[in-house]
């Protein structure tokens, strides 16, 4: 069958989310997980302590049962809970075949070899608590650390999930580094994610690392001109 590219999986699963928010009444930010989480039929929403960040179990009644870990920060647990309801929708979006949007991201057996379920839950998430109606009317116009911290404050996600989830937006060569501090000091500088354009794939760290090595050659983007 013909394989789907992983941005081609990502739009329709984003498509699926817009739908989604809107039917279930949670098109406003921050996202309202509970009220999401009803729709889509789970009926119990847990805290244990616990190891893993979260699970989604089957009920008694036929719905779903979210399970998270309660030491963590509220940035985090949204995350989790929305991860979680990530699989839900691809749980009943299996269920559904005549769905138009179920069926254009089935095109293929397989999406792509590194975007797994668990690669699809984390996207969903991220498109479920910054959703592209408000990222779409924000960061073309403000693509900046603090536009991307201002929607992460509004979203109540954070920052990480909203820079994720900005480089679909924008409208210039973007690469985002992770800086790590040591006693005030630069201690490393991890580069991230990077994209020549809205229509280029991203080029992963490894990638990069490859490139580094001399055991690839990748077009790289240019820095931005506000970051």
Same mark, same amino acid.
């Given at each position: 069958?013909?394989?789907?590219?992983? @941005?081609? !999986? =990502?739009? &329709?699963? *984003?498509?699926?989310?817009?739908?989604?928010?809107?039917?279930?009444?949670?098109?406003?930010?921050?996202?309202?997980?509970?009220?999401?989480?009803?729709?889509?039929? +789970?009926?119990? =929403?847990?805290?244990?302590?616990? %190891?893993?960040?979260?699970? +989604?179990?089957?009920?008694?009644?036929?719905?779903?049962?979210?399970?998270?870990?309660? *030491?963590?920060?509220?940035?985090?647990?949204?995350?989790?809970?929305?991860?979680?309801? %990530?699989?839900? &929708?691809?749980?009943?979006?299996? %269920?559904?075949?005549?769905?138009?949007? %179920?069926?254009?991201?089935?095109?293929?057996?397989?999406?792509? #070899?590194?975007? @797994?379920?668990?690669?699809? $839950?984390?996207?969903?998430?991220?498109? =479920?608590? #910054?959703?592209?109606?408000?990222?779409?009317?924000?960061?073309? +116009? @403000?693509?900046?650390?603090?536009?991307?911290? *201002?929607?992460?404050?509004?979203?109540?996600?954070?920052?990480?999930? +909203?820079?994720?989830? !900005?480089?679909?937006? #924008?409208?210039?060569?973007?690469? #985002?580094?992770?800086?790590?501090?040591? *006693?005030?000091?630069?201690?490393?500088?991890?580069?991230?994610?990077?994209?020549?354009?809205?229509?280029?794939?991203?080029?992963?760290?490894? @990638?990069?690392?490859?490139?580094?090595?001399?055991? !690839? $050659?990748?077009?790289?983007? !240019?820095?931005?001109?506000? =970051?």
């Amino acid at each position: 069958s013909r394989q789907m590219s992983r @941005d081609a !999986a =990502i739009t &329709v699963l *984003d498509q699926l989310v817009g739908y989604l928010l809107v039917r279930a009444g949670c098109h406003a930010v921050p996202v309202d997980l509970e009220r999401l989480a009803r729709y889509l039929g +789970v009926s119990a =929403i847990e805290r244990r302590p616990m %190891g893993p960040e979260g699970f +989604v179990e089957s009920d008694e009644r036929g719905g779903y049962r979210v399970v998270l870990r309660a *030491d963590r920060p509220p940035t985090r647990t949204r995350f989790s809970l929305a991860h979680e309801l %990530g699989h839900v &929708v691809l749980a009943r979006l299996a %269920g559904r075949p005549s769905f138009a949007l %179920g069926r254009k991201l089935r095109e293929s057996a397989v999406v792509s #070899a590194n975007f @797994d379920e668990e690669a699809q $839950a984390d996207h969903l998430a991220g498109m =479920i608590l #910054a959703p592209s109606s408000l990222l779409g009317a924000r960061l073309p +116009v @403000d693509f900046s650390m603090r536009g991307i911290s *201002d929607v992460a404050r509004e979203c109540n996600v954070s920052i990480p999930t +909203v820079l994720i989830r !900005a480089m679909w937006f #924008a409208t210039q060569p973007v690469i #985002a580094f992770h800086l790590r501090l040591y *006693d005030d000091q630069p201690s490393s500088l991890r580069c991230l994610w990077a994209r020549s354009s809205r229509s280029a794939p991203f080029v992963s760290s490894a @990638d990069l690392l490859n490139v580094l090595n001399g055991k !690839a $050659a990748v077009e790289l983007p !240019a820095l931005p001109a506000k =970051i």
